[in-house]
């Protein structure tokens, strides 16, 4: 942060929480549910032309089902290498191939690993809470210093302090929005 004065460590600050909030929204976008989703997917890389590719810029990608995944690559010549980054991606899938499309069964969570989907969901999210604190404690220095520095009064060095505090929490709760969404999905609750 760059900022040398108290509105624009604010609007700093609320820029970098909002991109926290957004890649635990991606990450917890990728556990899967038993339900059918492309987004599970996001992370599969495919070895292909040569390099290693995401699945969605060589594959298009449909649920015609609730549990079924359906992707079709634009080019065929690459299914054997789209089936086997399915294969080996750490989500525990079992693609079948009939030369067109690579259809991929979303098999039913057993309630065990509901609940080990459910537990790494919250140490994603308490990642992402823990991620938000030490912006606020950046901004809280930088705010500090600029009183130091005579550049601000304490009043308005309390009044910032309480505004990304507010930040801060409103940050805070959209994680535990999040992550309780996703604890719906997962434990049914």
Request: aromatic share 2%; net charge positive; charged share 35%.
């Amino acid at each position: 942060m760059e900022a040398n004065d108290v509105k624009g460590i604010q609007a700093e600050i609320k820029k970098r929480m909002d991109a926290q909030i957004e890649f635990v929204r991606k990450e917890l976008a990728g556990v899967r549910t038993g339900r059918a989703s492309t987004d599970m997917l996001q992370s599969v890389m495919v070895e292909a032309y040569g390099s290693k590719m995401p699945i969605n810029q060589v594959a298009t990608m449909s649920i015609p089902e609730p549990a079924l995944i359906v992707a079709q690559p634009f080019d065929p010549s690459i299914m054997a290498a789209l089936e086997r980054a399915v294969r080996l991606s750490d989500l525990g899938l079992n693609p079948a191939s009939d030369g067109k499309v690579l259809r991929i069964p979303i098999p039913s969570l057993t309630d065990e690993r509901r609940k080990e989907l459910s537990r790494h969901v919250h140490k994603m999210a308490e990642e992402g809470r823990n991620h938000v604190r030490v912006l606020r404690r950046e901004a809280n220095d930088k705010i500090k210093k600029l009183l130091k520095e005579h550049k601000i009064s304490e009043d308005d060095e309390k009044r910032a302090l309480d505004d990304v505090q507010r930040v801060t929490d409103a940050h805070v709760k959209m994680i535990d929005d999040l992550q309780a969404k996703k604890d719906q999905e997962l434990l049914g609750r």
